[in-house]
């Protein structure tokens, strides 16, 4: 592989003349020979342009030609350079196109100066080399625009980006929701989002495992006919979660009811009331109960959980069959002990004109009471996975990621600091529109929402993306759950994000001295610009910032930028295959309407519940998204060194050292806990949203 550097002016007395190619041409030289290292990972590359760790191999997008030349996955090229370079800036890195176009994944590239004592250089790539241009490598020192008066990397910013924004381009999936890459399947990706193969391996293979055990279920269950609650057992045998066999035993109980709202898998929407909501009318004869409310909102101990962004959403019809989705409102009362427990549920909004819908209550006889609650858990199971998990986690991440690679060049500090968390969010996202969201997909084929009120529920969900509601301290606040002891969510939120934001100022710090080189930054005030005006549509009404004026206010952005990526996305994910699996306690559709009488038989509620086929493919998704990844990496693991030089590894140090104590609290936590909480452990939390 033939390489070149591009030096600035040496030191003075010492000269080398740079000709046009930028290939350095030295008239010094130096005494000792200077070695240089160059560092190559090289990976399989699939028909599909696919990456792989996983077999040593040359890479080629016809592997087989030669896959005989390679025996080793990792090789290491020792260049002897006797002269003497100055100061290094870029090395350029080109590989020659030989029998076949094969790709080659660079690591970084080290540049040892003389001597045992000679100083190192490191040039970060982490990007498949392909074709026969030129690579140029910054070194490894994070620089803004601010850092560079004399232009010595201004044209390679510019090139950068310009090369960038043809390949990450804003797409539009569905109108009225906020941006996307450009591309309708995994393989318009740019390469360097695609999975690596043991990633695609493992997915893919997992989705193999799911369907299998889909047909199986389906096959033994296709002749039975279901009458009783107990029957799920027919389908639940397979990879389940030691804590989702508790809940099958206890999902029931009206305290582990209340314990999801505050630590399930959907956490984002209980408030604590300040007053009763407008919806909630009582019909006659309920004064006892709007009493015992108005007790408990003068205490402080009221919350509810509202769902009302389901209002008049189209159900689906599956297999020329209607399904049905309500919007209930539920009423809790949280205890001494830390319980919270219902009060009321209200399963749709009253309408001007008509008698106000039943109020259902723990008093209400035990199937009517049930089936009042199956409602609430299928609703929390729509605005989860539509509103909590997909729109808040994995396509606002997606936002962030494509800005990222639009705005920041590599060479900044902020892109730095951010590419670690961005890993394959663009391709575990357009999976999910090509097979989960798409037209006959999953949600197609068995959700209540499915059919296009999925659609619709994002797009009115985007309302509410406001910015408080991506920074704990501020939504927590907001919602009345900073002091809930029994909230571990909250007190784990609040945790990590402190620790994220210490992590991030270290490293704002080290490349922004004073406010005015944060507002004199004209790449990272487009990158704000964006994620705000493009990508989010405007949100700006919503308090997200448009410019960036201060030190604080850039740390506050990148923090919550982190925080969505990381431990916002794994309080919403983690969960699924603990309170999913077992179907009852979170039903994926609704076959019958919401019962407007407390006449409720068991065969209501068996009829009302998803049938087998519906049961059997949420519980093989479930199992397939939810399930601990054997391919991942943790938060703040990664093994890509993106800056150069001592002060941030310190930084990225001390990150990992207080993850370490965190995580070793919520060990030592949950050990006196009958239900732990581990959805916010560092060594659980993902370092991307990359499943």
């Known amino acids: 592989m033939p390489l070149s550097i591009f030096c600035p ?26 070695p240089l290292w160059l560092i190559l990972r090289r990976f399989a590359r699939g028909p599909e342009g696919r990456a792989s760790r996983a077999h040593p191999r040359i890479p080629s997008r016809k592997p087989r030609l030669l896959i005989l030349f ?54 970060p790539c982490y ?52 941006l996307n890459i450009a591309g309708a399947t995994i393989n318009d990706l740019p390469v360097d989002e695609r999975f690596l193969e043991d990633k695609r391996i493992d997915f893919e293979a997992s989705l193999t495992k799911g369907l299998a055990d889909l047909a199986i279920k389906d096959s033994l269950n296709i002749l039975t006919c279901w009458k009783s609650l107990d ?67 003068q205490q402080g101990t009221l919350f509810e959980a509202d769902f009302s962004l389901l209002d008049g959403i189209k159900a689906n019809v599956i297999l020329c069959t209607q399904q049905y989705v309500a919007a209930p409102l539920v009423m809790l009362k949280l205890q001494p002990d830390g319980k919270l427990l219902p009060m009321a549920i209200q399963l749709q909004l009253p309408h001007k004109g008509s008698p106000p819908p039943p109020l259902f209550l723990p008093t209400d006889p035990p199937m009517t009471w049930l089936l009042a609650k199956c409602w609430v858990r299928s609703s929390d199971f729509q605005l989860h996975e539509l509103h909590s998990h997909l729109l808040r986690g994995h396509l606002v991440a997606e936002v962030i990621a494509v800005a990222t690679m639009r705005c920041l060049p590599s060479i900044h500090p902020m892109f730095k600091l951010l590419i670690p968390h961005l890993r394959y969010t663009m391709e575990i996202n357009i999976r999910a529109r090509t097979g989960l969201v798409s037209d006959s997909g999953v949600f197609d084929q068995v959700v209540s929402t499915g059919g296009g009120g999925h659609v619709e529920l994002l797009q009115r969900a985007g309302a509410f993306l406001t910015y408080s509601s991506f920074c704990p301290p501020d939504d927590l606040a907001d919602r009345g759950l900073l002091g809930v002891k029994s909230s571990f969510y909250a007190q784990d939120a609040l945790r990590l994000w402190e620790i994220l934001s210490r992590y991030v100022e270290g490293i704002v710090s080290l490349h922004y001295k004073t406010d005015e080189s944060v507002r004199d930054d004209i790449e990272l005030q487009a990158w704000c610009r964006d994620i705000t005006e493009i990508g989010l549509l405007g949100a700006q009404d919503r308090g997200f910032p448009v410019t960036l004026q201060s030190k604080d206010q850039l740390c506050h952005f990148v923090t919550m930028c982190i925080f969505t990526c990381t431990g916002q996305h794994s309080s919403t994910h983690l969960g699924q295959l603990d309170w999913y699996s077992w179907v009852p306690n979170a039903p994926c559709t609704m076959r019958l309407p919401p019962p407007t009488t407390k006449d409720v038989t068991l065969e209501k509620v068996m009829a009302t519940l998803p049938n087998f086929h519906q049961a059997s493919l949420q519980m093989s998704i479930t199992w397939q998204l939810g399930r601990r990844q054997p391919i991942m990496v943790a938060l703040g693991q990664h093994e890509e060194e993106y800056f150069s030089g001592p002060e941030p590894k310190a930084v990225l140090k001390k990150f990992r050292e207080e993850l370490a104590a965190l995580e070793k609290d919520i060990e030592i936590r949950n050990a006196q806990l009958d239900w732990p909480y581990e959805y916010l452990r560092p060594s659980l939390v993902e370092n991307s949203v990359a499943i």
């Open 231 to 297: 029957d799920f057992n027919r389908i639940f045998w397979c990879g389940q979660s030691k804590l989702a066999e508790r809940v099958r035993d206890s999902w029931k109980e009206d305290a582990l009811f209340g314990y999801q709202f505050l630590n399930g898998t959907n956490p984002m929407l209980l408030r604590r009331s300040v007053r009763l909501p407008a919806r909630l009318e009582f019909p006659p004869g309920m004064g006892e109960l709007q009493a015992e409310l108005e007790k408990e909102l």
């Open 70 to 123: 390679c025996l080793r996955q990792e090789v290491e090229f020792q260049v002897d350079v006797s002269e003497y370079l100055g100061r290094l800036l870029f090395v350029k890195l080109r590989k020659r196109h030989l029998l076949s176009d094969d790709a080659w994944f660079c690591n970084w590239i080290s540049v040892q100066g003389p001597g045992a004592s000679g100083n190192e250089f490191r040039f």
């Open 127 to 178: 990007r498949w080399v392909e074709g026969d241009g030129i690579l140029s490598l910054p070194e490894g020192t994070g620089r803004t625009v601010v850092d560079d008066p004399q232009g010595l990397f201004k044209k390679h910013r510019e090139e950068e980006l310009a090369e960038r924004r043809k390949l990450y381009r804003w797409g539009n999936w569905k109108d009225g929701l906020i």
């Open 9 to 34: 002016p040496p030191h003075p007395g010492l000269r080398n003349s740079i000709t046009e190619n930028g290939v350095v041409e030295p008239t010094a030289w130096c005494s000792r020979p200077l």
